[in-house]
């Protein structure tokens, strides 16, 4: 069975950082784009890093400069780092995956975010305070 687990939300103050984590299994974790999304209330989902099998990141402009993204392919884990955070990247974060080839880029990927094969997480709240 498919699965995506987050971890590592919780609540920081302004300027402060926090590291997810997402842990894949019962797939080949090295065929598919991995990426991290995320929704705040009363906000769209929106698209925040994406991360191919080469190694190849984009990311949202919101996000550029403080947020990494980075995985583990022996551990298929999947991280995000978060640093200089603002009450506006509250939201809850989503890890999800799409094999290589479902959107032409992983910065597709984040545009339009939806497809029959994406495999989503189960979420990790994120909430920065001012």
């Known amino acids: 069975q498919v699965q995506l687990v987050e971890s590592g939300g919780g609540s920081v103050q302004s300027g402060g950082s926090l590291t997810l984590s997402c842990a894949a299994s019962?797939?080949?974790?090295?065929?598919?784009?991995m990426g991290w999304f995320r929704q705040g209330p009363g906000k769209e989902r929106e698209g925040v890093a994406a991360?191919?099998?080469?190694?190849?990141?984009t990311y949202a402009d919101s996000v550029k400069g403080r947020f990494t993204i980075s995985q583990d392919n022996a551990k298929n884990t999947l991280y995000l780092q978060m640093n200089s955070l603002k009450p506006e990247d509250t939201a809850m974060y989503y890890c999800?995956?799409?094999?290589?080839?479902?959107?032409?880029?992983?910065?597709?990927?984040?545009?339009?975010?939806?497809?029959?094969?994406?495999?989503w997480g189960q979420g990790t709240q994120v909430t920065v305070t001012s």
């Open positions: 991360i191919d099998s080469d190694g190849s990141t």
């Open positions: 019962g797939y080949t974790y090295s065929s598919y784009y």
């Open positions: 999800a995956a799409v094999p290589e080839g479902t959107f032409l880029s992983p910065e597709w990927w984040l545009l339009l975010h939806s497809a029959p094969s994406v495999i």
